[in-house]
Each structure stands twice: as C-alpha cells, then as structure tokens.
C-alpha cells in the first residue's frame, strides 16, 4: 500500500522518464504533491538494478550521475532494468539538506517507512514496498553529507540473519564497484537505512560514500562514473569500458571505532582521513574558545585503526561523532 502514484510502468520495455508523486496537502497547495523525479530503463531479459541518489540531499556525486544515465542512456544499450531515483528525498535534496525539512527526518534511518507516516517515512515505504519487489539488485549513492569527511568506500550491511548467499552477491558487487575501501558494517545495530532494509528482504545492496562535506567533488564524480559502469557490466546490463578497478581494502567498523565527544567545543583534530592510529594516540584537541584560559581537552582513539570518517564542523556537542576508526577484516572473514 502507497499513496505514490506514477505514470510510469514499471513491466514496459524501453525508456521512460517521469516523477513518482506523493501526494502532500499543504497550506500553499491543498492538492499538490511532492514529485520525485523517476526513470526506468528497460530491454530484454536480465536483473533488474535499483539506483537510488540523494537520499540525503546534502549528498550530490550520486544524483549527477544517475542524471547522466537518464540522459544519455538508450534502451537497447541495457540488459534487463534499470530503475533510477536520482532524488530519493527530494525535499531533503532541494534543501540541500541531510534531512526533509517537511517532518526533520533521515529517510536512511526510517525504513521500512509508513504508508501512513510523515512523507520522508511514506517515500522509505513506497521504497520498501513497491520498488524492492521489483528488484535482483540495489546500489545506493552516497557522499557523507556536510558533517562528514570520509574515504571513498562500498559498505556492505551485514546482520546475524542475513543470508550467506545474498552477503555474496553484496560483496562481489562492492568488488566491482571498486572502491578504495569496502566497509561490512551493521551500521551500529540500527537497521533502518535502506541497505540494511534491503538487506534483511533478502535483496543484494551496497551503500557508496563518494564524496565529502556537502561538496560536489570532481573526483568523486569521475569516481562513480566509472564505479557504477562497473557495476552494470558485472552484472551483465551493459557494456562498457570503464577504468578497472583495484583492490578495494576490506574492512569492518570494530566495537569503540566511533570517537564520541566528551564535550563542547571547538574540535582541532590532530590526524587525518586514511591516517593509522594507535590506542591510546591523540585524535586532537577540544577547546573552549570563548575562555582563553582553559586548556583544551585532549581527546584519545580508545582503539587502533585507520581513520575513515571525520567530522567536518570545528563545532562540536557532547556525543558529536569526532572520527570512526575501521580495522582490516580478517583474512577468514573476507570474500
Ligand atoms: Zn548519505
């Protein structure tokens, strides 16, 4: 059940551009409806894909080039379907903000969404619902967002119940993705992003982070060009020539791998993204800039690791995500 409406039919071959609608009954518009841009892309037999950008919509690598495949790509070059949301929360996106600014809400932390709920909720559960069934395969675009360094990486969610063979084709399909890392993670318990909702239907997914800081980086562009190519030949829905990928490092996001502020301030870190840290090393420094007599709070990794995220605002909270530490995944447990 969705209140979401389309034009678009998703058992047709060819090529189809239009919006998905979900209906919002404003002050200025009693009878509107929020359009989510939509295409499908479809020929012949073969997997269908999901490409969702923008599900934060402070996030821009993604939605770029799930643009550039809607413009450019014609239905004889495909194999199967693809089916692509450039603007998942698009909202959040023409707010160029993380969350909707309808309801305040992460549409990668509510899945498997409302039918009935806020609209960031209806959008997770029109997703959940209507397009997950449809689909072999999902790939998510991410950039980290404004509050986030990060290195460039395919993270894999993976659960206690998750099915062996669906956790293969995940990972494979992060192999060929191609990242600098790929990251197994649980997302620290919380299943409700949109991988780790797919995941749990039993749908192969991957999440890529391609990008930093609200920006629009020209590598990371160029990066998911070739990084979704890759994808689509992999799973054998076109063929093109995109730069091969090399070996994508594999790891997890250990037990106290999230640095956690024990404050507030200013936060002067000491280390940067892709450093090696030792327990116990300083991560940096937490002023009170507004007492130039205090000291600043040296703050400690509490465990080892390479530095995968950091934040990006110099203002931080108590409990404000300083850094996230990754670990090599032991050789037993990689692919
Ligand atoms: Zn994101």
Excluded at 9 to 21: I, M, T, Y
Excluded at 106 to 114: H, K, Q
Aim: hydrophobic share 40%; with cysteine; charged share 15%.
């Amino acid at each position: 059940m969705s209140t979401v409406f389309t034009d678009i039919d998703f058992s047709l071959p060819g090529k189809q551009v239009g919006f998905a609608h979900l209906p919002l009954s404003a002050h200025n518009d009693a009878w509107g409806t929020i359009a989510m841009p939509l295409a499908v892309i479809a020929n012949g037999e073969g997997p269908t894909l999901l490409i969702t950008g923008a599900i934060h919509g402070d996030e821009y690598e993604g939605p770029i080039i799930i643009n550039e495949l809607i413009r450019n790509l014609q239905a004889e070059q495909v194999q199967g379907r693809l089916i692509l949301l450039p603007c998942a929360n698009t909202p959040a996106l023409r707010a160029s903000n993380r969350v909707s600014p309808l309801d305040n809400k992460n549409l990668a932390r509510v899945f498997p969404g409302n039918p009935w709920g806020t609209p960031t909720e209806q959008i997770a559960a029109w997703i959940h619902d209507t397009l997950f069934p449809l689909c072999d395969y999902y790939l998510d675009l991410h950039s980290g967002g404004s509050s986030l360094f990060i290195e460039e990486s395919a993270q894999v969610v993976v659960t206690d119940e998750l099915d062996p063979a669906v956790r293969k084709h995940s990972e494979a399909m992060a192999r060929a993705f191609g990242a600098t890392l790929t990251v197994v993670t649980n997302n620290m318990g919380d299943p409700r992003t949109s991988c780790g909702a797919a995941a749990k239907l039993g749908l192969p997914a991957i999440a890529a982070e391609m990008g930093w800081n609200g920006s629009v980086s020209p590598q990371g562009v160029k990066r998911t060009r070739a990084a979704v190519a890759r994808v689509l030949n992999h799973l054998g829905m076109m063929e093109t020539d995109p730069p091969s990928a090399t070996p994508s490092q594999q790891v997890f996001i250990p037990a106290g791998g999230n640095l956690l502020s024990p404050g507030d301030g200013w936060f002067e870190p000491v280390v940067s993204i892709g450093d090696t840290v030792l327990a116990g090393d300083l991560a940096g420094w937490l002023h009170r800039l507004s007492e130039p007599c205090a000291e600043p709070q040296a703050v400690y990794f509490q465990i080892a690791g390479q530095v995968y995220s950091q934040r990006t605002f110099g203002v931080t909270s108590q409990g404000n995500s300083l850094a996230v530490l990754v670990q090599n995944l032991p050789q037993e447990k990689q692919a």
